[in-house]
């Protein structure tokens, strides 16, 4: 690798020229006898000349170091200048303008201290030495001294030996740090002082005069400049990144909210659209961002591209509007829409913004409580938590009633399917009204029976009398139903009744579970609904019992029931009191 050619100075061609002009005259002078013996002379002020064209050029030549100095200087300048408009990094910036005072101006280190906005100490920023390496904590050792004059006044310190210097007298840091040569000069932006360039060399002395003075004066603009810039860039870049942070919260608050939202501009385009309305409407954002709202909406309802108008023009507001739709890919729906003008912080109206709920699987899950409400009780749907109901069972006083069609079989030999499961659910539908209705548990339909029991899973006191009532009132409905049935249609339950102490609770798997009853309360009351007639309600006697003066009954012959040792006595109801 060729090494780089260094072109010579002015100084150097000058100092070249006069040392030439020297060694002329040097020998014009040892040879003048020798030319005065040969009767030859030098004209008269030969010499004279070239010693003053000799001192001349010196003059010259040290004056030209002084420009090629200066020239140095601003060369520096210059380029600390191409690195602050370059380069935005302040540190780059700050080391490179160190690392430059040290060398322009001999110093053995260089500080940049800068004021502390909230506690006003001065804290060193930049920290380098003549290795152009940073200095550590300790290294640290100035002249606190000359730091706050200059920062009280506002003017550059200069002394070429600190120790001698009188005004610097038995300083504590001057002393034990053994500083001598020290220039420090303020540093301002836009007139206010913001820090100090500290310079020194602590093994010559009067090494700083005027020039170095002026020098780093210059380069304490360019500081300046630098960090003004630097701290602009830092503040546009903080200001960015807030921006840039808040629209990621905004885009995680609306990416993570369960509603769809959606925003159009004044051209009605479509600028926002969260995940949920995404999976909402079956759909992406790159697909749905910039088309028209009101073509998107009016696939879901054909009067919501009017409500839309209204709330551009006239700032209303629309709250849960429903909507039952099928979306491609997902089927049938329903959809609840908020509509509300967006606004400005200065109030004025810059589209639309819309809140979408997805209710299908609510209202499937309402649709599935209504079914279960005509088996359960809504009373006691209401108070049962799902979260505390465990497999396995307890042991309840229960009133059990057992309610069989009867004449049943005999009648669907002789209807078609579709008119057999329409009379059997009439049947039923009046046998569930009349249990619900008294808050009732059905347990199950079995065909064309019913089970049902009362007092559990929420207690009732009177939870017999409850029983003896619904079945006086299935007996009434079914008189009713009677009136718009065919004859061959008009059948009648076979009801029977028992209290006792039961097993309840749940059986079966984690998968699939059933709420049911078992024990003798249980079988005694089917034994009895098999031995009851049509229309007829019978009731065990020690049921009846303890409900004797709030019913009308008829005592029967005891029933020989099957599994029973003894017989089982038994009451027919007649009515209420």
């Known amino acids: 690798m060729s090494t780089p050619t260094v072109r010579p100075s002015l100084g150097d061609h000058l100092l070249r020229i006069s040392r030439k002009a020297e060694e002329i005259r040097n020998k014009l002078e040892r040879y003048r006898e020798t030319l005065q013996r040969a009767r030859l002379d030098l004209p008269i002020g030969v010499l004279d000349q070239l010693r003053q064209i000799s001192g001349t050029l010196m003059e010259l030549q ?6 090629e100095q200066e020239r140095r200087n601003l060369q520096a300048l ?72 200059v920062v009280t006044s506002g003017d550059a310190v200069l002394t070429t030996n600190a120790q001698t210097d009188p005004r610097f007298d038995k300083m504590e840091s001057i002393v034990s740090f053994s500083l001598r040569s020290i220039l420090c000069v303020p540093l301002k932006v836009k007139g206010k002082l913001i820090g100090v360039i500290y310079a020194d060399n602590r093994a010559r002395e009067g090494l700083f005069k005027e020039k170095e003075r002026k020098l780093l004066m210059d380069f304490a603009n360019q500081a300046a400049v630098a960090l003004e810039n630097a701290r602009l860039f830092d503040s546009v870049k ?20 369960v509603s769809g939202v959606l925003t159009s501009d004044v051209e009605d385009a479509i600028t926002l659209c969260n995940r949920a309305a995404e999976n909402i409407l079956s759909t992406t954002r790159e697909v749905i961002l910039g088309t028209s709202l009101r073509q998107q909406l009016a696939s879901l309802s054909d009067d919501l591209s009017t409500k839309i108008e209204q709330v551009e023009k006239k700032d209303k507001r629309f709250r849960g509007l429903e909507v039952h739709t099928q979306i491609e890919d997902r089927g049938v729906v329903d959809l609840s829409l908020n509509l509300s003008p967006l606004k ?28 279960f409400e005509r088996m359960v009780s809504p009373a006691v749907i209401d108070q049962l938590d799902p979260d505390a109901l465990q497999l396995g069972g307890h042991r309840a ?4 009633l057992f ?19 329409a009379v059997l659910n009439r049947y039923l539908a009046a046998a569930a009204e009349a249990i619900l209705r008294e808050e009732g548990t059905i347990d199950k339909f079995l065909g064309d029976a019913v089970m049902a029991w009362f007092n559990a899973p929420m207690p009732q006191k009177d939870h017999t009398l409850r029983a003896v009532r619904s079945a006086i009132a299935l007996k009434s409905s079914v008189e009713a139903l009677h009136r718009e049935l065919s004859e061959d249609g008009r059948l009648a339950f076979g009801i029977g009744i028992h209290a006792g102490e039961a097993l309840l609770g749940l059986v079966g798997t984690q998968q699939r579970v059933e709420y ?19 229309g007829q309600i019978l009731i065990s006697r020690e049921t009846a019992k303890a409900i004797l003066k709030s019913i009308e009954v008829v005592e029967l ?3 020989v029931a099957e599994g029973k040792e003894k017989p089982i006595e038994v009451y027919e109801i007649v009515g209420v009191n």
């Open 62 to 67: 040290q004056e030209a170091e002084v420009h």
């Open 78 to 149: 210059s380029e600390i200048g191409q690195v602050v408009n370059s380069s935005l990094d302040l540190q780059t910036v700050l080391n490179e303008v160190m690392d430059t005072i040290i060398r322009l101006t001999g110093a053995e280190r260089a500080f940049l201290m800068m004021r502390d906005e909230n506690s006003g100490e001065m804290e060193t920023l930049v920290a380098r030495n003549w290795e152009r390496v940073s200095l550590d904590d300790e290294e640290i050792q100035i002249s606190d001294t000359i730091v706050g004059q």
């Open 238 to 257: 903080r200001s960015l990144d807030e921006v840039s942070e808040l629209k990621n919260l905004m885009e995680d608050v609306f990416n993570s909210i």
């Open 344 to 371: 400005t912080a200065e109030d004025a109206t810059r589209g639309v913004a819309i809140v979408l709920d997805d209710l299908t699987e609510k209202r499937r899950l309402e649709a599935q409580r209504r079914l």
């Open 397 to 400: 006083q229960i009133t059990t």
């Open 403 to 421: 309610a069989d069609i009867r004449g049943f079989t005999a009648f669907s030999e002789k209807e078609k399917p579709e008119t057999l499961m």
């Open 516 to 534: 049911t009853a078992i024990g003798d309360c249980v079988n005694t009351a089917k034994r009895l609904q098999e031995n009851a007639a049509a």
């Open 557 to 559: 012959p005891p029933i």
